[in-house]
């Protein structure tokens, strides 16, 4: 039997279930929407195969009587109908499914078609599926799908859903369902998660993780997760390989109070089964994980350095937090009288007065980079320079105003003196003053 996920499934009867305002406006019918998330075509072989299909109501208002209508007249010839969904009847060339009220915003999966091409052999065009919604309101919008022959062995398809919440230290849970196109059983063998930084797994001694960081019981990415994951998946069914909501769930994501955000992180889930899968396309899902609005206060400070007609230029730039920084850019701009000497990693701009240098390193929350920059002097100095701070990454700066540092040279003690081309003033002191000792000396043995 096919299972559907059941985070999904839940959530749509919820929905389904909430009253809906008698006096508001029926929805606009061209507001229905009709998808199949991660396919680009209808894939037909030798055995049934039932596409799955996300239907949804994209307006501000109830749905009333909402139907599907597959045309069938534009499949090729080696397809045929084997079966139709529930709620749906099949007619000469079409197939008419009753979908129901659809609440505002609300989605609904359907399967409104069961195709087989018993005499497919090799992958090519097959013709297209044309399914057009409607609503009490009228008619909505015509969708056309392309269909493909597939070719005869394994097939496994792997779907994913984001996990639903944001929250930080919060386990979210990561649906993943696999269904079976062939005509035989298949069997999985390892399933394989790539996290991405910013996101954590959790452990389980059964896997392997290679990269990232360990504490608290997960692991932090970027790092790759090996499990061995072994189901018998009979043919045409749908099955979940991590059940959204379980207690406690096998594999489940988490978020970090220092996670940058708003942001989405996207990392990979890949399925792998014994022997070869005929369409490995299908076996890899992207894995989704949203994170919410977050803060940060990056800071930077300066301090220069002059050496005759060089300077050298810190710049230290800090971040307070609480979310990490993923990476910084610096611009700086040279005191006035002053050029800057290019260096590695920085973009040197016109006649040396700017440098911009950029690092995509992440900055966790209470850690510092440092940058430094040669200066020189070329002329009399002016006005002071500057560094500024941006390029922190999604969250926000709670503190821009200390962004911004001064770069101030100041000139040696000695700049405004002549030269002294005899003795140092203390050595022609002390001989002045000898001198005059011998004189009065001198005078005192006369008398």
């Known amino acids: 039997m096919r299972r559907l996920l059941v985070g999904t499934a839940i959530a749509v009867l919820a929905l389904l279930s909430a009253p809906v305002p008698a006096a508001a406006a029926p929805a606009d019918p ?15 072989g030798n055995i049934p195969y039932a596409p799955l299909f996300v239907v949804s109501n994209q307006s501000d208002a109830a749905a009333t009587d909402v139907r ?46 069961r195709l087989v091409a018993p005499a497919a052999t090799a992958e090519a065009p097959a013709g297209e599926l044309r399914i057009t919604l409607s609503s009490a309101a009228g008619a909505g919008p015509a969708v056309s799908f392309p269909v493909r022959f597939l070719p005869p062995g394994p097939d496994l398809t792997l779907v994913t859903e984001p996990p639903a919440g944001s929250a930080p230290n919060t386990p979210l849970y ?30 389980d001694t059964t896997c392997v993780f290679t ?28 099955i979940e390989i991590i059940e959204p909501g379980s207690s406690p769930p096998r594999y489940y994501a988490m978020l ?29 899902a992207p894995l989704i994980v949203k994170a919410a609005a977050n803060k940060l206060d990056a800071a930077v400070t300066t301090r220069a350095v002059r050496t005759g007609n060089a300077a050298t230029v810190t710049a230290t ?35 040396g007065v700017t440098l911009r240098c950029t690092s995509t390193d992440w900055l966790a929350p209470r850690s510092s980079a440092t940058l430094t920059a040669e200066l020189t002097v070329a002329g009399p100095l002016g006005a002071a320079g500057s560094v500024t701070v941006g ?57």
Request: include cysteine.
């Open 391 to 447: 390029g922190t990454g999604p969250s926000t700066d709670s503190e821009p105003s200390n962004n911004r540092a001064a770069i101030t040279l100041t000139a040696p003690d000695d700049d405004e003196t002549l030269p002294i081309t005899g003795p140092s003033g203390a050595a022609a002191g002390l001989a002045a003053i000898a001198v005059g000792a011998l004189l009065l000396l001198a005078t005192r043995r006369r008398t």
């Open 256 to 284: 970090r109070t220092d996670t940058p955000g708003p942001a989405t992180y996207r990392g990979e889930a890949r399925i792998e089964i014994e022997g070869d899968d005929r369409n490995p396309r299908d076996n890899t």
């Open 174 to 203: 990561l649906p993943m369902a696999l269904t079976n196109n062939h005509a035989g059983t298949v069997r999985t063998e390892r399933l394989v998660l790539t996290i991405p930084r910013g996101v954590g797994i959790n452990h």
């Open 30 to 44: 061209a507001a229905l929407a009709i998808t199949r998330p991660r396919f680009t075509y209808v894939g037909v």
């Open 68 to 113: 599907l209508t597959a045309d069938l007249t534009a499949l090729a010839d080696g397809v045929r109908l084997d079966g139709v969904g529930e709620g749906c009847t099949a007619g000469p060339a079409a197939v008419t499914c009753a979908i129901g009220d659809l609440g505002a915003g609300i989605p609904t999966l359907s399967s409104p078609v």
């Open 317 to 351: 730039i800090r971040n307070a937090g609480p979310s990490s920084a993923t990476g910084w850019t610096a611009d700086l701009t040279a005191p006035a009288g002053t050029v800057f000497r290019s260096r590695p990693g920085c973009a040197l701009g016109a006649a």
């Open 211 to 238: 990269g990232g960081t360990s504490s608290g019981g997960m692991h932090w990415g970027p790092v790759e997760m090996s499990c061995p994951v072994r189901y018998d998946v009979e043919p045409g069914d749908t």
